[in-house]
């Protein structure tokens, strides 16, 4: 199992509490240079190894960091968020579907937070789907949407499942090379289900395994909700799953969209004007 953590420490404890540590291969943290007490937290549970990183790699990097630390003899990687719960039964359930599925290369089970199921997986990633997170409301209703609706319950193949949990088999994982450490943080897993996809995997929602999600908690405590890395990681999965092209369409499609929000009040002009420099940093 690899956690990766980032001023995580309110919610480290209390999740390695209830991991099943000692039937698990192996519990590896990697802490991107938290401030917060992260690393001390996390080397207070028993039997968890902690890797504690003097920089912020970001989100696949760090994993791919705890993957290899993970015990070699180990067929399957649960990655976990630190704000994320699941239960021993419910890893179980994920297991047990690759083994009966021997075509499926990563697993993610349904989201809830408290009550409410979450989004838990999605279709394609194309310029419209990402434009209608910056659309008023009119328009994006008319637009797209590549998440699932939370209530979805079908057991299957998708084309993602959401980050917070999954399970994945190494040796898929391996053979195309983790997660693309291009990706600072959001869709690394976008990118890692297509690339096991392409290899002839399958992506799977097993519907019948849970976990708790409170979401976000670690990007709230970057000031300004890690927004400009969004807009980068955006322009930069288009481009490398669609084309340059379609990449430099959706940063000349939601210029204008930015735009509306700043003279909404919605975005700050100096909000728009770091999300402009993510969107070239991701076309750069």
Known sequence: MVIVSYRSAAHLPSLLQTLPVQRLAAVTVVDNASDDGSVEAARAAPGVHV??????????????????ATAPLADLLLFLNPDARIAPADIVRLASYLDSHPRAALVGPRLWRDAEPLPSSGGRATVLTELRRYAPGALSRRLP????????????????????????????FDAVGGFDPAFFLFFEELDLADRLRAAGWTVDLVADATAHHEVAASRRSTGD????????????????????????????????????????????????????????????
Request: glycine share 8%; charged share 25%; hydrophobic share 40%.
């Open 145 to 172: 949407n590549r998440r699932h609706d939370p209530q979805r319950a079908t057991t299957g193949s998708v084309a993602y499942v959401e980050g917070a949990c999954m399970l994945v088999r190494r040796v898929a």
């Open 225 to 284: 909700d890690a927004r400009p890395v969004l807009v980068e990681s955006t322009v930069r999965y288009l481009a490398k799953h669609r084309s340059r092209a379609k990449a430099r369409v959706w940063a000349a499609g939601v210029r204008p969209l930015w735009w509306l929000r700043v003279r909404r009040g919605q975005l700050s002009p100096e909000e728009h004007v770091a999300y402009k420099s993510a969107a070239r940093r991701g076309l750069s």
């Open 51 to 68: 890797i504690a990183r003097a920089t912020n790699a970001g989100f696949g990097t760090a994993n791919n960091e705890g993957a290899s």
